[in-house]
């Protein structure tokens, strides 16, 4: 079941093109990476999601109906620019945005309290927010964003500010939040977290697609053509046509066959003049490198 379907949208900000085009859908249940260089136009996607945009041409819907004032109070959006108080006190800033999502107050302290020692803060509950480290104000914004128990969650860079033990807490309630049903878009440009978390991506350049698909398949795509080469001695990989060095450090290469002038028999023997080879294998290649080759080949393009 799709849960969310955008059909052929544009978006204009005078003559600049923010969204070009863009059609995609996410499925019930999942957790869909958004992904794309900075000022690629994911935010102003986001943002006609819920409702605080409209589309200049085409149309979203989500859960079967065309995005409106009740589609945004099912969703729970975290933005990349956190909003909240800095006077007021944890407990009460939680519950008052679940009280702007049609939770009553007493719904929404009993929630509160729950997510806040879910996450390791109940200690902080009556802090004011300005009294708080940046991770801890990223938790809080957090459980703001889902004290409503929304069916659709959009987290932009969250993250943002988490020390490593507070990154796998996070991590672990994403995906708690998965088994449940819920479905999830996470924008990041942390591409680990992308290939741990994610069951499909779609990738935003300059407005429009420029890759999408499930994470396994499209790093099944690329592998074909990255070889990973251990070896030890000597190489001067640029005597030879066809490749692309990615790296080359301690006797472990990495490069791309980039067209057909590559012939692999030839490399192998001319390499074994001044080196011996100990590995000569096809690679997967990680979302890190995949994104960085597919943003390069747009800029090109460009």
């Known amino acids: 079941m799709e849960v969310l379907k955008i059909n052929n949208v544009t978006k204009r900000f005078g003559k600049y093109i923010a969204s070009n085009n863009i059609s995609l859908s996410v499925k019930k249940g999942n957790i869909f990476g958004l992904l794309g260089p900075n000022g690629a136009g994911k935010t102003t996607l986001i943002r006609m999601i819920c409702n605080i945009f409209a589309p200049d041409e085409g149309d979203i819907f989500l859960f079967d109906q065309k995005v409106n004032s009740d589609t945004q109070n099912r969703i729970g959006y975290l933005p ?24 009553s107050r007493k719904e929404a302290e009993n929630a509160a309290v729950y997510w806040l020692d879910k996450m390791g803060a109940t200690n902080w509950k009556n802090k004011k927010i300005e009294e708080l480290s940046k991770g801890m104000q990223q938790k809080i914004q957090f459980i703001a964003t889902i004290i409503h128990s929304p069916d659709f969650i959009i987290l932009d860079e969250p993250f943002s500010g988490f020390d490593p033990i507070n990154t796998e807490l996070l991590k672990s309630v994403i995906l708690e939040l998965k088994s449940i049903g819920k479905t999830l878009i996470l924008s990041t440009h942390i591409m680990s977290q992308v290939e741990e978390l994610c069951d499909e991506i779609c990738m935003i350049n300059k407005g429009k697609i420029v890759l999408s698909g499930n994470v396994a398949d499209i790093k099944n795509s690329y ?9 030890s001695g000597t190489i001067d990989f640029t005597t030879f046509s066809g490749i692309e060095i990615i790296s080359d450090i301690d006797g472990r290469a990495i490069f791309k066959i980039i067209d057909s002038t590559f012939f692999k028999q030839k490399f192998i023997e001319t390499v074994n003049q001044n080196a011996d080879i ?25």
């Open 278 to 302: 100990i590995s000569f294998s096809n690679e997967t290649p990680s979302m890190h490198e995949i994104f960085i080759d597919v943003a390069a080949n747009e800029n090109k393009q460009a």
């Open 80 to 103: 990349e620019e956190r909003g909240l108080y800095k006077k007021i006190k944890v407990i009460e800033q939680i519950i008052y945005f679940g009280t702007l999502k049609g939770m």
């Open 223 to 231: 592998r074909k053509n990255s070889i990973i080469l251990e070896y």
